[in-house]
């Protein structure tokens, strides 16, 4: 059975902290791992990853994918409160996209 | 646990048909459901917000006359797009939680939907 999994399923830090999310995957047929933000209303794309090793950067996010371990992290640094969100990781195979529960990120000032 | 399901995963139908996707909770009760559609780029866009019992609350763009969504149960919704036509192909999402869009989303697999 394909699976998604976050961890931490939450998360408390302050202005400044750097923060690592974890999403390991169990699918069959991998195409590709996508990460979101969710906020309010529909998620927000941050990240598409298909290779093992290529980081993806994007201002202070940053995600890289290990295929052969079958994990992604994605890395905030210098976390601000505008931070505060769920970051949701799916993984698309086959013909459907599987997601984790997210993990609810809240950064203190 | 929190499994949410879809039906169908994958459907093609010609331009004029409706065709209903469903979206289940197995295993706990959702007071809310949420539908999304998939753009290019991964970008999910909320058409809707269904709770059960009342009328879902469509976004802004989204003709409620074209997607009609039924909330039957706490464990059911439906997405039923009306008069299909090839614009309309896309990747249909939906998710569930207990308490609305500030709670944990449940998210199912997806819907594949083809419009020749």
């Known amino acids: 059975e394909d699976k998604v999994v976050q961890s931490p399923l939450s998360l408390v830090v302050h202005e400044g902290d750097t923060v690592t999310l974890n999403c390991s995957y169990e699918?069959?047929?991998?195409?590709?791992l996508l990460w979101y933000k969710q906020e309010k209303k529909a998620p927000t794309f941050l990240f598409m990853l298909?290779?093992?090793?290529i980081e993806k950067k994007s201002g202070r996010l940053s995600s890289i994918l290990d295929k052969k371990e079958l994990f992604s992290i994605l890395n905030i640094t210098a976390t601000q409160t505008g931070d505060s969100a769920v970051y949701l990781c799916?993984?698309?195979?086959?013909?459907?996209?599987?997601f984790g529960a997210g993990t609810r990120l809240t950064v203190k000032p | 646990g929190a499994v949410v399901s879809q039906h169908p995963s994958r459907v093609i139908c010609k331009s004029g048909t409706s065709v209903k996707i469903e979206c289940r909770s197995l295993d706990f009760q959702a007071t809310t459901m949420f539908w999304y559609r998939q753009f290019p780029k991964q970008s999910l866009m909320l058409m809707a917000t269904?709770?059960?019992?009342?009328?879902?609350?469509?976004e802004q763009g989204v003709e409620k006359d074209k997607f009609l969504i039924n909330h039957a149960s706490l464990t059911l919704s439906t997405l039923t797009v009306t008069s299909a036509h090839p614009e309309d192909s896309s990747f249909y999402i939906c998710s569930a939680s207990l308490q609305g869009m500030t709670e944990t989303q449940y998210f199912g697999p997806g819907t594949r939907l083809l419009v020749l």
């Open positions: 799916a993984v698309e195979a086959n013909n459907d996209m599987r």
């Open positions: 269904s709770n059960e019992g009342s009328k879902a609350t469509y």
């Open positions: 699918v069959t047929n991998f195409r590709s």
């Open positions: 298909t290779s093992s090793g």
